[in-house]
């Protein structure tokens, strides 16, 4: 999988996704969004048993900005000679084995995943940036919203980094590998609120999302696997 995915992208390069401008101003948002979720971890009770106001009005704040982001990327396509929505996702579902065959690749890449991420975490050691755990669902309506956060988080996140960004790079550079390291990177520098080492995780993870969506030319897979990772981050937990 990773072979073919990492070669170089043969024949004339991909047609950019959106002007560079365009592009300009994604990384913008980006870096918006991550101070915003800075701003919202730096606000969170520092002791976890400390009592908070309450996660529905963040859970709607990156709901709403992940959209925003899509919306973005949607305005981009529609630009002559820009990439549309639809064949940034690529891939079809024009019958039951074509979902399932997807079903059953995110399903494997999970596995995959999870694995990665269970090794690279005991590689870097624990991260002493501040917790995160003030974001965990806790009664049914916030389990609710966090499975729509999640969902979200799957078919937004995988477009924008894996299908814009990555597809971006790949025209500008000629190179799938290229395209999928900085991706990757950027998508790992946009946790940096959660320390250092677990930008370097979320950089190899990012890394294989996008090995993923350069193998399967869809995003399809990697956002069904993104949101059940999501989902499954916290929902064992804290479901009643």
Not at 52 to 81: K, S
Not at 107 to 115: E, I, K, M, R, Y
Not at 147 to 153: I, K, P, Y
Not at 194 to 217: E, H, P, S
Request: proline share 6%; hydrophobic share 50%; with cysteine.
């Amino acid at each position: 999988m990773a072979t073919d995915a990492m070669q170089p992208v043969r024949g004339p390069k991909p047609r950019r996704v959106a002007p560079l401008g365009h592009t300009a101003g994604m990384l913008l948002l980006l870096a918006a969004v991550s101070l915003g979720l800075f701003s919202m971890q730096s606000a969170s009770p520092s002791a976890p048993g400390e009592p908070g106001r309450g996660n529905v009005p963040v859970y709607l704040a990156v709901i709403g900005c992940e959209w925003m982001l899509v919306g973005y990327v949607w305005l981009g396509g529609q630009r002559a000679g820009a990439v549309p929505l639809r064949d940034l996702i690529g891939g079809r579902w024009g019958s039951a084995k074509a979902v399932l065959r997807d079903i059953g690749v995110a399903a494997g890449f999970w596995v995959v995943w999870s694995l990665v991420a269970i090794g690279v975490n005991i590689l870097v050691g624990p991260s002493h940036a501040k917790s995160l755990a003030f974001l965990n669902p806790h009664g049914a309506v916030e389990v609710a919203l966090w499975v729509m956060m999640s969902l979200t988080a799957g078919f937004c996140e995988e477009l924008v980094y894996r299908g814009y960004l990555q597809r971006q790079v790949a025209s500008l550079t000629g190179s799938a590998s290229l395209a999928v390291l900085i991706q990757a990177v950027i998508f790992g520098a946009g946790h940096w609120y959660q320390g250092l080492r677990m930008v370097f995780v979320i950089t190899v993870l990012g890394a294989l999302f996008g090995v993923l969506a350069q193998w399967r030319k869809s995003l399809r897979p990697g956002m069904i696997s993104h949101a059940w990772s999501d989902i499954l981050n916290v929902i064992p937990i804290h479901l009643p």
